[in-house]
């Protein structure tokens, strides 16, 4: 069965600091991979998605993800964050139902 | 506005008392699903449907009914409710799944308390 993994269950950061949140996902077919954000008190919301071509991918407000075939990996990085990115960060690849199959997501703290 | 629409947004209830979610969306999409999320376990998949009078079990259906009489509507029923269905509930929605590549849109969250 497909799954996937995240490392990091709380990560705290100053502002401007540089963060990279890991992903691995089990699949080793064509995947479809997505980050996606979760602020306090909202729903999920598109960060980024990946389903073909260029596996460096830039998503909103700044964050980027690298799609790593031989390694499994969708890591998100971002060169500097702000408070404002305090969030949970969820990783997921999309399912043979079509269903997406979610990391168990990274909380993000950023210390103004 | 393209958007997916959850009611109600917070409920009480108490074991054993029927209660249903509604979810719309106003995209015309085909695919709709539910989620539950809970602290330490992300989100995890409950139902879904691949079009009208199409549904089909996630990881984690039972306690769960669901309907798909129209294409905008996909209702989570809870026949009866028990403490370990509280949660965060998410419906999402998503353009047909040729190829397998659409996006999932999320509604804002039905945070449900069983006492």
């Known amino acids: 069965a497909q799954s996937v993994s995240q490392h990091n269950h709380h990560v705290i950061l100053s502002e401007a600091a540089s963060l990279e949140l890991g992903c691995n996902y089990s699949?080793?077919?064509?995947?479809?991979l997505f980050w996606y954000v979760q602020y306090p008190g909202q729903h999920l919301q598109l960060l980024l998605k990946y389903f073909s071509g260029d596996p460096l991918v830039k998503g909103i407000k700044g964050f980027e993800a690298e799609f790593i075939k031989s390694k499994f990996s969708f890591n998100l990085r971002k060169p500097s964050v702000q408070w404002s990115d305090t969030a949970e960060y969820f990783c997921?690849?999309?399912?043979?139902?079509?269903?997406?199959?979610f990391g168990k997501g990274t909380k993000l703290s950023v210390k103004p | 506005e393209a958007q997916v629409t959850q009611n109600p947004r917070y409920l009480i209830t108490v074991t054993g008392k029927k209660l249903t979610v509604t979810c719309s969306q106003n995209?015309?999409?085909?695919?709709m699903s539910w989620y539950r999320q809970d602290p330490g376990l992300g989100l995890r998949q409950i139902y879904y449907?691949?079009?009208?009078?199409?549904?089909d079990k996630g990881d984690v259906p039972e306690g769960y009914k669901v309907s798909r009489k129209e294409k905008r509507n996909f209702p989570l029923i809870l026949e009866s409710p028990s403490p370990n269905q509280t949660s965060l509930y998410f419906c999402?929605?998503?353009?047909?799944?040729?190829?397998?590549?659409?996006?999932?849109?999320f509604g804002p969250g039905t945070r449900l308390l069983v006492l």
């Open positions: 999402a929605s998503s353009p047909r799944l040729a190829g397998g590549t659409e996006t999932q849109y």
């Open positions: 449907s691949m079009n009208v009078e199409v549904t």
């Open positions: 995209m015309n999409h085909e695919y």
């Open positions: 699949y080793g077919g064509t995947v479809n």
């Open positions: 997921a690849v999309k399912g043979s139902q079509g269903n997406l199959i």
